[in-house]
């Protein structure tokens, strides 16, 4: 696998970040992130219009402090690659459309990219100089687990392109989990966050919640836990001691999780080269201790993104659009990027 060698300006808008990055290489020069969580923490949730509307007035912005912060021109860069699905239609549309244009003034070729393959390759992306290479044959193939607010995904990736999906989820993803549970708690939204914090101080133990569809290799279910935290929720009433009550929740999510990767490891041991991890979710201290525990015990290596790299950025976007750029992606002309409400992952 290679990458360009020249610099790449990623962006991404495809739910509630709007996000520009700089890359040389797999070397992040800048990833500036503008989060909307605090428009939509009143509502409890992303709201389509108000995301579009934010994402307009941050998108340049974000952009030119992108450029500035790698200190670069914006004339040096070589490539554009931009989110185009899957994601919310008129956030999508906002980031191609800023990209389109900067493309065909810049006249440099613009691509556009899946969102999960962004979150798949995140854990390449370097965020400073000098940290230990790999060869790219070294980690492939891996198994990747995608975590986050809309995903939760156990795939095989035979190498970048190639992807073959082993476990999904049939109900709420990993994210949603932790979000409705925090929300259950009284918790701000986004919840994944809170529920680590409050975690940390209690006891993971106090109250058994479920693990949804634990023999099911290809499944992961988190409604059941959603209702269990509900029951508890009303059960214990002012009684509750929400820190051992969060510990509970993640322990339960933890082990939902980390229960299917050891199975899938089991079964794929022999040509698995590394462990892999990315999205929201993946940023949690005690999915990552859990996991690379058992990357350990199967004498893997364990890829986990730097945690910027782990929720919505435009770094993982554009290490992505390179890589297709790099290896015989279809230039696509200006202004015909394809934007899609859901998509599957691209094929080489
Ligand atoms: O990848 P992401 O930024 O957006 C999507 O593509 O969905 O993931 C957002 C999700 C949210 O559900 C948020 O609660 C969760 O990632 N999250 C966490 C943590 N940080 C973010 N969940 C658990 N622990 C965290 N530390
Ligand atoms: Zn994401």
Not at 144 to 150: N, T
Not at 280 to 286: H, K, P
Request: proline share 5%; charged share 20%.
């Amino acid at each position: 696998m290679s990458l360009l060698r020249g610099l790449v300006l990623g962006i991404e808008s495809s739910c509630d970040e709007s996000s520009a990055a700089v890359l040389k290489g797999r070397l992040q020069l800048s990833n500036v992130i503008s989060s909307q969580a605090k428009l939509h923490e009143k509502w409890g949730g992303v709201v389509p219009e108000a995301a579009s509307r934010a994402h307009i007035e941050a998108m340049i912005p974000v952009v030119d402090e992108a450029i500035s912060l790698a200190g670069v021109k914006l004339q040096e860069i070589e490539a554009i690659a931009v989110t185009c699905c899957p994601g919310l239609i008129g956030a999508l549309s906002v980031g191609v459309s800023c990209a389109s244009a900067l493309g065909f003034v810049l006249k440099i070729p613009v691509i556009g990219v899946h969102h999960l393959e962004g979150h798949l390759l995140s854990g390449q992306c370097l965020l400073e100089s000098g940290t230990k290479d790999f060869e790219f044959d070294d980690i492939y193939p891996q198994l990747c687990l995608i975590v986050s607010g809309g995903h939760t995904e156990l795939i095989l990736i035979q190498k970048p392109g190639h992807y073959e999906i082993l476990a999904e989820t049939r109900d709420d993803a990993a994210g949603e989990a932790f979000d409705k549970g925090a929300r259950l708690l009284g918790l701000p939204y986004p919840g994944g966050f809170m529920i680590q914090e409050e975690a940390r101080k209690g006891n993971p133990k106090r109250y058994q919640l479920p693990i949804g569809l634990r023999h099911d290799a290809a499944e992961f279910s988190f409604s059941g836990l959603k209702t269990a935290t509900l029951r508890l929720v009303e059960k214990e009433g002012a009684e509750i001691n929400i820190q051992d009550a969060a510990a509970s929740l993640q322990r339960a999510i933890v082990r939902a999780l980390s229960m299917k990767v050891e199975m899938a490891l089991n079964t794929h041991s022999g040509s698995i080269k590394s462990l892999g991890i990315g999205g929201g979710v993946a940023s949690n201290e005690s999915l990552r201790e859990v996991l690379s525990e058992i990357a350990r015990k199967f004498g893997l290596p364990f890829i986990a993104p730097h945690t910027s790299f782990c929720t919505d950025n435009a770094a993982m976007i554009a290490l992505a659009g390179s890589f297709w750029l790099a290896n015989g992606a279809p230039s696509p002309k200006y202004g015909q990027i394809d934007i899609q409400a859901t998509a599957p992952l691209p094929r080489s």
